[in-house]
């Protein structure tokens, strides 16, 4: 009986220390499993943020975008805006044919709506950085920018239609032809890029 107590007492005080050692792991006593645990840990931890920064570069390219076309939008609706409130070319703007001249100023309040709207909606995605604003970002900047192509397009023809003056001679007319044809060239590059 005695010799059974005192084994039972060794297996007892054994099963502690091993108890208490399991407590007091070191980083080299860590078992293979727990090792490749902690790897599978740390390489998803990585694979996380790996693709969290994809994910934010892919939003800033995208606002980055928008900006761009809203740019290129507003800066031709200014042209616009310079040439069909031009005094001097008042009385001669698209006189051979004036329905390029209420064409120009339709689509160039349509625009303009779409451009203000867009901008807003730009605004709200630099803001949420959502998946959804940023779209909708992206949608409003190419639909601002294709009716502002469309007015270009008008104004051009308005152009095409205007007779000069001593007020407005010949060269101030050609300085806006080429100014309006660079809006609309700028303006069909940002429309392909985003198609693309």
Known sequence: MDKIKKTIAENIAQAKKTLSDLELKTGSDITTY?????????????????????IDNKEDAA???????????????DTINTIITDTDAKSVLSVKNTSYLDSTKNSY??????LAAATAGYNAAK??????AINQA????????????????????ALENTIT???????????????????LTTASLRRRSAAQ
Do not use: H, M, P, W
């Open 63 to 77: 606002l980055t975008t928008v900006d761009d076309k809203l740019a290129v939008a507003k800066t031709a609706l």
């Open 127 to 132: 803001i949420n950085k959502i998946v959804v």
């Open 165 to 183: 003056s001593s007020d407005f001679t010949q060269t101030d007319l050609d300085a806006y032809k080429t100014s309006v044809n660079t809006k």
């Open 138 to 157: 992206l949608d409003g900047a190419s639909d601002a920018l294709n009716k502002t192509f469309a007015s270009l397009n008008n104004c051009f023809n």
């Open 109 to 114: 309040n349509q625009a303009n709506e779409s």
């Open 34 to 54: 727990e090792q490749a645990v902690a790897s599978a840990q740390t390489d998803l931890d990585n694979a996380k943020s790996t693709y969290q920064r994809a």
